[in-house]
């Protein structure tokens, strides 16, 4: 069974830092970052393919945010700088063990979920 933990989150002053990590059991996947703020829909972050080559990111993010991964532990990052109110939400590590996008039912599995609070 395949098992997503995340870690990393808190709470931050705009302007801040917070690096969140995702360990995944199992064989290697392509990853991805989404998060969801209150009231809101669920909303792409970034992406990572498995051999961590090729990454993508949701305009709101770029530039502030890196997404890069361990494939020797497993273990998938996302370096968040820069941070902004509008940042703060639940973020969600997802696993696919096929191509991966930025939809939501591109990825097999999904962490729990660790809160990221931004205040200003």
């Known amino acids: 069974q395949v098992q997503l933990v995340e870690s990393g989150g808190g709470l931050v002053q705009a302007g801040g830092s917070l690096r969140l990590s995702c360990a995944a059991s199992?064989?290697?996947?392509?990853m991805g970052w989404f998060r969801q703020a209150p009231g809101k829909e669920r909303e792409f972050v970034a992406l990572?393919?498995?051999?961590?080559?090729?990454?993508y990111y949701v305009d709101s993010v770029k530039g502030r945010f890196t997404i890069s991964r361990d494939n020797a532990k497993n273990t998938v990052y996302l370096q968040m700088n820069s941070l902004k109110p509008e940042d703060t939400a639940v973020y969600y590590c997802?696993?696919?063990?096929?191509?991966?996008?930025?939809?939501?039912?591109?990825?097999?599995?999904w962490g729990q979920g660790t809160q990221v609070t931004v205040s200003s």
């Open positions: 990572i393919k498995m051999s961590g080559g090729w990454t």
């Open positions: 199992g064989r290697t996947f392509g």
């Open positions: 997802a696993a696919g063990l096929g191509r991966i996008g930025i939809m939501g039912h591109e990825y097999d599995y």
